[in-house]
């Protein structure tokens, strides 16, 4: 059997119907950049989070990029960033010129640990960037008194995290604002690039309206530095359609995710993810640990399960292999091994299984044979 990381096919077949038609206005009327598809799919996505404003924008990266720019981040200043996320959250930082400061994750969340927040704070520090990993959300009010007592904007990386929800809140407007990607495999996917940021601050809203097209608001008239970070028509004529089976899909995730647990219970040498008290987690990645257990040759006994898992037909993924703190380009800031445990232990033992609404109990059972068969069980 093939079981794939994830299928994208299958979800487009399901919705072939709905959303081809949704694509063929957007051309008969022309509206290639944001138009009327774009603002009706940003209505529908803040409400679906309950948040006031949203824009459609290019990407997920470049949603990083406008939420601390339109905080006003620049040169001189340091941004908070978990160690353990995808590099898009440090870009965000670097192209408004500030110095991303790396904190480890908590060892049960796999989020930012409040914990170790403080100690990372200077007097240059501007902004916290909470990511919520894998679709669960981070401790935002340990992180948020964090920010209160040292005046610090609380921003969130939704990335991953669409309708998930901390304390029965959805993500989004937890803090002051917050940024989206919608690339083609998250658990709100376009048909191309896309993003959105997000706040239920007014004045913040502006300034991201504008940034997002040339700064400015009346034509030709730039009353802020900007850039061209706008949404296709295209890209959002598909998410209005597929915004509408989001909650179905999270649910299938859901789905999939507690049979993994279920199956994988007895397993001794795998450490399973685990949802959090505060957390109404949406699996965008289900990421279990293979215990430590250097092989000889100096591989982990993870690689091997990857590797086996693959002759037998098993997609999976590593999310992520590098800590951000020991990539190559934040060489300059001086990290070295051993800074941040955690996140170093997960990117060495943390291995993502198949994951998709779709995904049949035949395939589910046959990964978690795989895995029961790897390890002679
Ligand atoms: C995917 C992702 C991004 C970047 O989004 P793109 O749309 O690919 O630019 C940013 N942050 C996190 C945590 C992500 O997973």
Redesign the pocket.
């Known amino acids: 059997m093939n079981v794939p990381f994830l299928d994208l096919k299958v979800q487009y077949k399901s919705i072939k119907d709905e959303v081809l038609p949704a694509i063929n206005d957007v051309l008969d009327n022309t509206a290639y950049v944001l138009g009327k598809p774009v603002a009706a799919f940003e209505k529908a996505f803040a409400e679906a989070h309950n948040a006031k404003y949203c824009y459609g924008v290019s990407?997920?990266?470049?949603?990083?990029h406008m939420v601390l720019w339109a905080l006003g981040i620049g040169p001189g200043d340091e941004v908070i960033i978990p160690a353990n996320?995808?590099?898009?959250?440090a870009?965000?930082a670097t192209l408004c010129g500030a110095k991303p400061v790396f904190v480890d994750c908590h060892n049960e969340s796999y989020n930012i640990d409040p914990a170790k927040v403080e100690v990372a704070i200077t007097s240059k520090t501007k902004a916290i960037v909470a990511?919520?990993?894998y679709g669960q959300p981070a401790d935002m009010d340990n992180l948020q008194l964090i920010a209160n007592r040292f005046k610090l904007f609380l921003v969130e990386?939704?990335?991953?995290a669409h309708i998930s929800e901390y304390k029965s809140n959805k993500v989004g407007s937890l803090g002051i604002a917050s940024?989206?990607?919608?690339?083609p495999?998250?658990n709100l996917g376009a048909y191309g690039?896309?993003?959105a940021v997000m706040t239920d601050d007014e004045n913040l809203a502006k300034k991201f309206k504008m940034i997002r097209d040339h700064g400015m608001e009346k034509k030709y008239y730039h009353e802020i530095y900007g850039h061209n970070y706008r949404m296709e028509g295209i890209q959002g004529a598909v998410l209005g359609v597929k915004l509408k089976h989001l909650e179905d899909w999270t649910y299938g995730r859901r789905r999939v995710a507690a049979k993994y647990r279920e199956l994988l219970k007895d397993v001794d040498q795998i450490i399973m993810p685990k949802e959090m008290e505060y957390a109404k987690h949406v699996y965008?990645l289900f990421v279990v640990q293979v215990k430590k257990q250097k092989l000889e040759g100096g591989s982990e006994k993870r690689d091997e399960l990857q590797k086996f898992l693959n002759e037998n037909g098993v997609s999976t993924g590593l999310?992520y292999p590098i800590p951000l703190h020991l990539q190559p380009c934040f060489e300059h800031l001086g990290y070295k091994k051993g800074d941040f445990p955690v996140s170093e232990q997960l990117a060495e033992c943390g291995i993502s299984l198949p994951l998709y609404a779709e995904m049949t109990d035949e395939q589910i059972d046959y990964v978690c044979d795989k895995i029961k068969d790897f390890f002679k069980i």
């Open positions: 990407s997920g990266t470049d949603s990083n996320t995808f590099i898009a959250t870009w965000g990511v919520h990993l990386d939704c990335a991953q940024s989206f990607s919608f690339y495999g998250k690039e896309g993003g965008h999310h």
